[in-house]
Every structure is written in C-alpha cells, then in structure tokens.
C-alpha cells in the first residue's frame, strides 16, 4: 500500500517555472514506478511523465516535452515535476500516482495502470 501527498502547486506567471514534489509512505516506493497526470477545468485527465521505480527512465507527454522534468529521490520517498516555461495551457490539478504493479520497467500513459493516487495539487498559469 502506497499513499501519496503532493504539494508545491500554486499561481505562478507564464514563462515563470514550478516544483511539484509527492511524497510517499511506505518502505516499499523505490519498487513503484510513478507518474504524473493532470486535469484541466472542463478537460479530461491526461497523461503528464514518468519515471521507471529506478530512476533510470522516464516518458513525457509531447505537451511538456523539453519544458517539464521528473526526477524521484528513493531515499526521502519523493518523486518530483519541475516545470519551466510554463504556458497558461498548463493550468490544471496534477496528481501524482504509483504503478499498481511493482519493479516494471514499463512506463505507462494510462490511468488504468496506475493503483495509487495522491489528492492533486493545483497550478494556475496567469498570461
């Protein structure tokens, strides 16, 4: 069992940058790979990045390809998203999530693959 907390949303300009961290409970988080997802108002839920429970790969969205970045530290049981030149089309809550099956190397864009979820934590991007 996994749970998750991100944190480190808020109203940032466009062009400005973000970090989103999760933190996860648990001694068993460097077996899950994680993503990241988010919804805009009035969208559906989309697929953002992720990254393998190593570290060692990671899969982006073409919409944040080159702008955003995910990165995991096992040792504090945190993933992150840093975001960079943020456009007011990024605005949405981000929710982090944990693969429902351990020590895959694969990197899904489906929610159906992901188990566990956090409460999300919103961005805004003001033009």
């Known amino acids: 069992q996994v749970q998750l907390v991100e944190s480190g949303g808020g109203l940032v300009q466009a062009g400005g940058s973000l970090r989103l961290s999760c933190a996860a409970s648990?001694?068993?988080?460097?077996?899950?790979?994680m993503g990241w997802f988010r919804q805009a108002p009035g969208k559906e839920q989309e697929f953002v990045a992720a990254?393998?429970?190593?570290?060692?790969?990671?899969r982006y969205a073409d919409s944040v390809k080159g702008r955003f970045t995910v990165s995991r530290d096992n040792a504090k049981n945190t993933v992150y998203l840093q975001m960079n030149s943020l456009k007011p089309e990024d605005t949405a809550v981000y929710y982090c999530?944990?693969?429902?099956?351990?020590?895959?190397?694969?990197?899904?864009?489906?929610?159906?693959?992901?188990?566990?979820w956090g409460q999300g934590t919103r961005v805004t991007v003001s033009s």
């Open positions: 999530a944990a693969r429902t099956l351990r020590n895959s190397i694969l990197l899904p864009t489906t929610r159906d693959e992901y188990g566990y």
């Open positions: 648990g001694r068993t988080f460097s077996s899950y790979g």
């Open positions: 990254i393998s429970y190593s570290g060692g790969s990671t």
